[in-house]
């Protein structure tokens, strides 16, 4: 987070507020003020972060800062929302469109989410650490738009193992390490945008390397007529070998 400090404006009643009503610039100030919740809130805990905290570390006065938010719990249900809105767009996008090979779409899929994981590590910290504060509806919402996308990416990796094209195995297990290596990258990374897209490539790489089965379907669909070609080149050694009076070092017989 760099030190510089959010512009404030006051309205013509003298009450200064975050930035101002346009669309645009409450979109940014919103996005500043969601990164400054989360990193303060992964750092301090949720409840030894205040709203003074975060008004403080934006430069602003509590009152200004009530003109987006009222209390933590807001901010808390705005970042559960968004991953909501997240894994459910990559699901829409990727796991879906069976006319694309399924190892595509995971490459896609991952990329995507580590993606995002990487640009906003702070906010996917928060939202781990506070599942279990999280209550009502919204905890309801969370927890099956969770499993509902787990449960999409085990299809889409069965999928893969079915066309031929990932191995045989345990898809729940892939699945869940596949996600695995997303999820953590929100705490070990740190780098910036650009270092941010390079490591989404390379985590789609290696999750989709790990699955794919290295003799891809077409080979197998033409193992018999492989084996036959095979047979009939060894034969070909074989008569030749006959014929030169030689099989394996020895003179051959001759018939009497």
């Known amino acids: 987070m760099s030190g510089s400090k959010t512009p404030v404006r006051q309205d013509g009643g003298g009450e200064t507020r975050v930035g101002d009503r346009s669309g645009v610039r409450r979109e940014l100030v919103e996005n500043e003020l969601y990164e400054v919740a989360a990193r303060l809130f992964a750092e301090k805990g949720f409840a030894g972060t205040s709203i003074q905290d975060i008004a403080s570390a934006m430069g602003v006065s509590r009152q200004a800062l009530y003109y987006y938010v009222k209390t933590k719990d807001d901010l808390i249900e705005k970042l559960v929302r968004e991953m909501i ?12 469109d069976s006319s694309v090979a399924a190892d595509r779409r995971l490459h ?44 999409e990416v085990i299809e889409l990796i069965e999928d893969g193992q079915r066309s031929g094209v990932f191995l045989p195995g345990d898809a729940r297990a892939a699945a869940m390490a596949v996600l695995g290596m997303c999820s953590w990258i929100a705490w070990w990374f740190h780098g910036d945008s650009g270092s941010a897209y390079q490591l989404a490539d390379q985590v789609a790489d290696m999750a989709v390397r790990g699955l794919l089965n290295p003799r891809p379907p077409q080979e197998e ?10 047979i009939r080149d060894g034969l070909s050694r074989l008569e030749r070998a006959l014929g030169n009076g030689q099989v394996g070092g020895t003179a051959a017989p001759t018939a009497e």
Request: charged fraction near 25%; hydrophobic fraction near 45%; aromatic fraction near 4%.
């Open 85 to 96: 809105d997240i894994t459910r767009s990559l699901s829409e996008l990727f796991t879906r």
């Open 108 to 151: 896609s899929l991952v990329r995507g989410l580590a993606l995002q994981v990487a640009e906003r590590p702070f906010r996917h910290r928060l939202i781990a650490q506070s599942e279990s504060v999280l209550t009502g509806d919204l905890a309801a919402e969370h927890l099956a738009q969770r499993r509902r996308f787990n449960h």
């Open 221 to 230: 669909a033409g193992e018999p007529a492989i084996a036959i070609t095979m």
